[in-house]
């Protein structure tokens, strides 16, 4: 007679099986539940819900038993616990990763929209502060001396339409290379304080926690800060023609050979100032660019220079501009509106950037360029993300921004 069976498995979720009779014998369960969950069937010891000492597992003997003899029927619920048994601390960390791992890519169904499912659902066991070889942890064991960090072990992150931050956007191993982050979302981190609308900015401060701080470039005119016309219920930063802020010394762009730049914003006078520069090196490097005829070209180091179709940019519409530089002499430039990416190729020049340069520019460059529109938000990281990590963090400003 055909037994149907409810299992509560490894992952805490209870799910039915079919396709049993009488004379299925416990290991055939098992391999049956952990094939259901996706896991390996060594990890298994069962017992029948309301017998918790009754435990049917190989480990204790009766792996050749029937179901029909054990009791076990249509109806019943086979409870799964962890196999500790013999095991070593290496054994069960690597298991304890496992069974993590499954529920973080939403279980054995992949339910994305699941409470336990989380984007950086890929462990990497190098990652870990402490990793075991066999029983015996210790210093040749321990790759990682500074403790846990953020999302590790969980490196590897998927497509995500709606990320609702930076770090779920990008692997577990990028998000220590943000090196910059100023959002003008947030008026806290505006100098002066309690800052009004269109009041001239004096400093805008880096989230990243490296206290890159943006100064208004002495000599230029401060941006200010728009509170009233807002975009998606957010404030911003206005730059009008000569408005400049930089940072110095930003140490890890001397020499660098990958970087990525996200910068969010619009311009409000296309036909000025032709082109008009976003972001820039004191050696016009990482620098992007907005022409009058709407085409954007995007240089990574001195003479690496990618460009977009023109009439990509229209005046007053506002634009998620991405530049990833990987140092091979390789630059992805994209424009994203929120539907359409406009995507340039690859460029020939040198493979790092200048020795000498420390300097990061917003609103223009250090020889005249200036900018004239609004700037959101502006984020940087000291290596080439990856197209999925530099996808989401777009996804991530899109939603942000209301585009």
């Known amino acids: 007679m055909a037994i149907n069976l409810t299992y509560k498995g490894l992952t805490g979720l209870r799910r039915t099986l079919t396709g049993f009779d009488e004379a299925t014998t416990i290991d055939d369960l098992i391999t049956a539940i952990a094939a259901d969950e996706e896991l390996d069937s060594n990890y298994y010891v069962i017992s029948k819900e309301?017998?918790?000492?009754?435990?049917?597992?190989?480990?204790?003997?009766?792996?050749?038993?029937?179901?029909?003899?054990?009791?076990?029927?249509?109806?019943?619920?086979?409870?799964?616990?962890?196999?500790?048994?013999?095991?070593?601390?290496?054994?069960?960390?690597v298991m304890k990763l496992d069974i993590a791992q499954k529920k973080r890519e939403g279980g054995p169904d992949d339910d994305t929209t699941a409470a336990f499912y989380r984007s950086n659902n890929s462990y990497d066991l190098t990652s870990l502060p402490d990793t075991y070889n066999g029983n015996i942890p210790g210093p040749d064991d321990n790759p990682n001396t500074g403790g846990?960090?953020?999302?590790?072990?969980?490196?590897?992150?998927?497509?995500?339409?709606?990320?609702?931050?930076?770090?779920?956007?990008?692997?577990?191993?990028?998000?220590?290379?943000?090196?910059i982050w100023y959002d003008g979302t947030d008026t806290s981190t505006f100098?002066?304080?309690?800052?009004?609308?269109?009041?001239?900015?004096?400093?805008?401060?880096?989230k990243s926690g490296n206290q890159h701080n943006l100064n208004f470039s002495g000599g230029n005119n401060k941006p200010s800060f728009e509170s009233s016309d807002?975009?998606?219920?957010?404030?911003?930063?206005?730059?009008?023609?000569?408005?400049?802020?930089?940072i110095n010394p930003i140490t890890a762009l001397s020499g660098a050979t990958a970087f990525t730049v996200f910068v969010i914003a619009r311009t409000s006078d296309i036909s000025t100032n032709d082109p008009q520069i976003l972001t820039s090196t004191e050696n016009?490097?990482?620098?992007?660019?907005?022409?009058?005829?709407?085409?954007?070209?995007?240089?990574?180091?001195?003479?690496?220079?990618?460009?977009?179709?023109?009439?990509?940019?229209?005046?007053?519409?506002?634009?998620?501009?991405?530049?990833?530089?990987?140092?091979?002499?390789?630059?992805?430039?994209?424009?994203?509106?929120?539907?359409?990416?406009?995507?340039?190729?690859?460029?020939?020049?040198?493979?790092?950037?200048?020795?000498?340069?420390?300097?990061?520019?917003?609103g223009g460059n250090s020889s005249g360029g200036t900018f004239i529109g609004d700037v959101g938000e502006v984020i940087m990281f000291k290596r080439a993300l990856n197209s999925t990590e530099y996808a989401n963090i777009e996804n991530y400003l899109i939603n942000k921004w209301g585009l």
């Open 50 to 93: 309301g017998d918790p000492d009754n435990t049917l597992s190989s480990v204790y003997g009766d792996s050749a038993a029937s179901v029909d003899s054990l009791g076990i029927g249509t109806g019943d619920v086979i409870i799964c616990k962890p196999n500790t048994i013999g095991t070593t601390k290496q054994t069960r960390q």
């Open 191 to 206: 100098v002066p304080t309690g800052i009004m609308d269109e009041d001239p900015i004096n400093q805008w401060n880096d």
């Open 230 to 246: 807002l975009q998606n219920t957010h404030e911003y930063v206005q730059f009008a023609d000569g408005d400049l802020m930089s």
């Open 284 to 362: 016009d490097e990482l620098s992007i660019q907005i022409a009058s005829n709407g085409a954007v070209s995007f240089q990574a180091a001195t003479g690496n220079v990618s460009t977009t179709a023109t009439s990509t940019v229209a005046q007053d519409d506002w634009y998620v501009f991405t530049l990833v530089y990987n140092g091979t002499n390789n630059i992805v430039g994209r424009v994203n509106d929120g539907s359409t990416v406009v995507a340039g190729g690859a460029a020939a020049g040198p493979g790092a950037l200048n020795a000498g340069s420390t300097y990061l520019y917003v």
């Open 148 to 179: 846990l960090i953020q999302k590790r072990p969980w490196v590897a992150v998927g497509a995500i339409a709606a990320p609702t931050s930076i770090e779920e956007s990008v692997d577990g191993s990028s998000i220590t290379d943000l090196e």
